[in-house]
């Protein structure tokens, strides 16, 4: 540098002589040659140290740039401070609101279906319990687990519906829209994965076309105390030091879910004692009458048998009905057993049963008949029985893959009946979780700029010290939103940055409309058309705070 800078007095001195090429080429002749060699040199000289100006000025600029957001970043501290009343003011979402996908003209829709679980029957939290401790003896007692695994308890705060479980690997799983794994998404037993130690198991955040061939969903009603259970056996055999196939958990908790089902177990433990399991509905029978009275038909279709269907109708209904009639009457066809979703795609034939004798008639079923019971059958001859095209009816049902992704593909429309929707807007509604969700979007845009003004060859001290705290914060930010939902997987709807989840992702592709409950639909008039928003958001009930929102209190507090 410093024989650069003995020659800076030359080049100036030079910068100010004119030359004649052709007096000269005269006089010296070929020492031109020489001259043409130390004018290159100064040239390059010259280059040089305009590179190190413009890297000196870069460099300023970079401090310039890092200082900038710095004071942002600390305005924007200042305003974290108070909820500012333009969030306060912003419109609330309706937690018993229809959501709409695709537009739907409810007049015409003529027909009317129905599933009965979690659809038309609401329980109570402590089935989940229920369906835990019975799947747990079972497995205890027919499938020689353990005995202490007789002390494990339910624990609702734990499992969320949407989850994975990958049956290589053992671990539950909670994706995002796009099929990637949530950074605090994966639990192996109950302990949660870190980044490292995802990126160790699966090489990448992401699940390939592969790896996904292995994941098992868990979106049904029986999914909480289903994913609670898998998570409890697979710690009990880490702790206690037991080689164990993570496959051979998943089919001995999901054969002792179905067995709980399919024996009437859960069935006679919720009739032996509703008060404690179903919830009474007088406003499901004011919509199963309004339609009526609008001409609509009415079908129940379910898995569930009849005298279970019955004795739950019967409970929730009783204080509405009183000697008015039997609740089958709102109904213009009954259908039980009907193994969905293999209903959708099968060619069984109806049985009608007769609920005095509990037996199947052998009669061939060729008309559904009032107050009548039909067992088993299939879409194909449902659809050649009542003559009902696809676009007029309608079909709810709460198991996006059971209960609406064959109805979706035989032109059906569909509702999805979601019970957690109603909490998760109203979590959303609230000024602090609005609040924390506009400091997420302030602090991830400032994150975005600092690393988009600062290549990361030039990436200084300054700029890791203010890239630390920024991290740190929006982290904070993050995990106050998780908390406020569901301390392990957070909300069912978003990942922990706001963005939608898988399970939001099967939503949006197997249901019209969703809703928390088939009676919202009280609400809305037999002939309403049900737009879809104009906006580009993925899941409708969904309400962005823009980071704009702070951007006044911002400026006024930035000197």
């Not at 003209?105 to 939290?125: M, N």
């Not at 008639?361 to 008949?369: E, I, N, S, Y």
Request: aromatic share 14%.
């Amino acid at each position: 540098m410093a024989s650069f800078r003995r020659l800076l007095p030359l080049c100036s001195s030079l910068r100010g002589t004119r030359f004649s090429f052709s007096g000269v080429y005269e006089r010296f002749g070929a020492n031109v040659c020489g001259y043409s060699k130390f004018t290159s040199s100064v040239h390059t000289v010259s280059k040089f140290e305009e590179k190190i100006k413009r890297a000196e000025a870069d460099a300023s600029e970079d401090n310039d740039d890092i200082d900038n957001i710095r004071r942002e970043f600390d305005a924007a501290k200042r305003s974290f401070l108070e909820i500012p009343e333009a969030l306060k003011a912003m419109p609330k979402t309706n937690p018993e609101g229809i959501y709409v996908n695709r537009g739907l003209r409810l007049d015409l829709i003529q027909v009317y279906g129905f599933d009965y679980d979690f659809t038309l029957a609401h329980y109570s939290a402590n089935l989940q319990s229920l369906i835990y401790d019975l799947a747990k003896e079972h497995m205890v007692k027919e499938f020689k687990y353990p005995e202490v695994c007789m002390s494990f308890k339910y624990d609702p705060s734990f499992p969320i519906r949407g989850l994975y479980y990958d049956r290589e690997h053992g671990c539950l799983l909670k994706l995002d829209f796009f099929g990637s794994i949530e950074e605090e998404g994966c639990f192996y037993g109950r302990h949660q994965l870190s980044e490292e130690e995802i990126v160790e198991i699966y090489g990448t955040r992401h699940i390939g076309r592969d790896q996904a061939r292995r994941l098992v969903g868990l979106m049904d009603f029986f999914c909480f105390s289903e994913a609670c259970l898998i998570a409890d056996m697979v710690q009990y055999f880490v702790d206690a030091k037991l080689e164990f196939d993570a496959c051979y958990i998943y089919e001995d908790v999901n054969n002792a879910i179905q067995h709980v089902h399919q024996s009437g177990l859960m069935h006679r433990g919720i009739l032996s004692d509703p008060h404690r399991y179903l919830v009474k509905n007088g406003q499901l029978l004011r919509f199963l009458r309004m339609l009526k009275e609008k001409g609509k038909k009415l079908f129940l279709l379910t898995n569930s048998p009849y005298y279970f269907v019955d004795g739950g109708m019967q409970f929730m209904l009783e204080d509405s009905t009183g000697n008015s009639g039997s609740w089958k009457e709102l109904f213009d066809v009954v259908i039980a057993k009907a193994n969905k979703p293999g209903f959708y795609t099968s060619e069984h034939p109806f049985r009608c049963y007769d609920t005095e004798k509990d037996t199947l008639a052998f009669t061939k079923v060729d008309t559904f008949l009032k107050n009548k019971i039909y067992y088993h059958g299939s879409l194909k001859s449902f659809l050649q029985i009542t003559k009902w095209k696809g676009p007029e009816v309608i079909y709810f049902g709460d198991h996006l893959f059971s209960d609406l992704r064959g109805p979706s593909k035989a032109g059906w429309r569909t509702a999805a009946i979601i019970h957690e929707l109603e909490d998760e807007i109203r979590i959303q509604n609230e000024d602090r979780y609005r609040f924390e969700q506009a400091k997420f979007h302030i602090l991830q845009e400032l994150l975005g700029r600092l690393h988009a003004v600062i290549p990361s060859s030039k990436r200084s001290e300054a700029y890791k010290l203010l890239m630390g705290e920024l991290n740190e914060e929006r982290q904070k930010a993050r995990s106050m939103m998780k908390r406020m939902f569901n301390t392990s997987f957070g909300a069912t709807f978003l990942t922990d940055k706001g963005q939608e989840s898988a399970f939001a992702y099967h939503i949006h592709q197997y249901a019209d409309v969703y809703t928390s409950k088939p009676e919202n639909f009280l609400f809305f008039s037999p002939e309403t058309w049900l737009h879809a928003p104009c906006d580009i958001k993925i899941m409708p009930h969904h309400v962005k705070i823009p980071s704009s929102l702070f951007k006044t209190s911002r400026c006024s507090s930035m000197p």
